[in-house]
C-alpha cells in the first residue's frame, strides 16, 4: 500500500491530496464542535475591493479554495497517475484540471450557500406595502394577534399581525402590509 501511494512519482500527487483533505477535515470538525469553519489562515486575494456581497470571503486564494485544490489536484492526479497509461506530464496536466474544477466547485457552492443564508434576513420595516395571505386568524382590533405569509427575496417569512378593523380576518384571505412596529415585532394589515 505504501509503495502504491508513495512509490515512483506518486508522492507529487499524495502529498498534496492527503494535505488538502486533512485541512478540509479539520475544517469540518471546528465547524461541526462550534467553530467558525474556518482557520483564521486565509490568505484572501481582494481583487476588485468589493466584498460586500455574500460569499465574497471565499476568494480564489481563500484557505479553502486552496484546500480543494490540493484535493482535487492530489486525488485526480494520483487515479491519472496510477491507473491510466498517460505518464507524469499527462498526470500532472489532469491533476491541475481536477484542482481547478474542485477548487471552482467549492467556491461556487460557499457562495451559493450563503447567499441562501442572506436572503433570509430580512427586516421588519420591508414588509410595509407588500401583500401576503392570513396563516392563523387576525383578530379584530385590540383583541389580540394573528400570523400572515409574506414572500420576500423569494423565500417565505411568517409575521405576526394586527389589524385596525372590527371583523377579525379569517385565513387564506390576502392581506397588505399598512404598518410595522419594530418595537413589539408585529405589522398592521388590511384586507386587499
Given amino acids: 500500500m505504501m509503495q502504491l501511494l508513495f512509490g515512483d512519482l506518486?508522492?507529487?500527487?499524495?502529498?498534496?491530496?492527503?494535505?488538502?483533505?486533512?485541512?478540509?477535515?479539520?475544517?469540518?470538525l471546528m465547524g461541526e464542535l462550534g467553530g467558525d469553519g474556518a482557520l483564521d489562515l486565509d490568505l484572501d486575494l481582494e481583487l476588485d475591493g468589493h466584498t460586500d456581497h455574500p460569499g465574497m470571503e471565499f476568494g480564489i486564494l481563500s484557505l479553502q479554495s486552496l484546500s480543494a485544490f490540493c484535493l482535487g489536484y492530489g486525488w485526480v492526479g494520483f487515479a491519472a497517475y496510477r491507473f491510466l497509461d498517460i505518464g507524469f506530464t499527462g498526470a500532472a496536466f489532469i491533476a491541475v484540471l481536477g484542482g481547478v474544477g474542485v477548487a471552482w466547485l467549492m467556491v461556487w457552492l460557499l457562495r451559493t450557500f450563503l447567499k441562501l443564508q442572506n436572503n433570509t434576513n430580512v427586516s421588519i420595516q420591508q414588509t410595509v406595502g407588500l401583500e401576503g395571505e392570513v396563516y392563523a386568524t387576525v383578530p379584530p382590533e385590540g383583541t389580540g394577534r394573528g400570523e400572515i405569509i409574506l414572500?420576500?427575496?423569494?423565500?417565505?417569512?411568517?409575521?405576526?399581525?394586527?389589524?385596525?378593523?372590527?371583523?377579525?380576518?379569517?385565513?387564506?384571505?390576502?392581506?397588505?402590509?399598512?404598518?410595522?412596529?419594530?418595537?413589539?415585532?408585529?405589522?398592521?394589515?388590511?384586507?386587499?
Fill in 151 to 192: 414572500v420576500i427575496n423569494q423565500s417565505q417569512h411568517n409575521y405576526f399581525a394586527t389589524q385596525e378593523g372590527p371583523d377579525p380576518i379569517p385565513s387564506r384571505v390576502r392581506v397588505r402590509v399598512t404598518r410595522a412596529d419594530v418595537s413589539s415585532n408585529t405589522i398592521v394589515v388590511e384586507p386587499l
Fill in 10 to 28: 506518486a508522492p507529487w500527487f499524495t502529498a498534496p491530496a492527503l494535505l488538502g483533505t486533512g485541512v478540509l477535515m479539520v475544517q469540518l
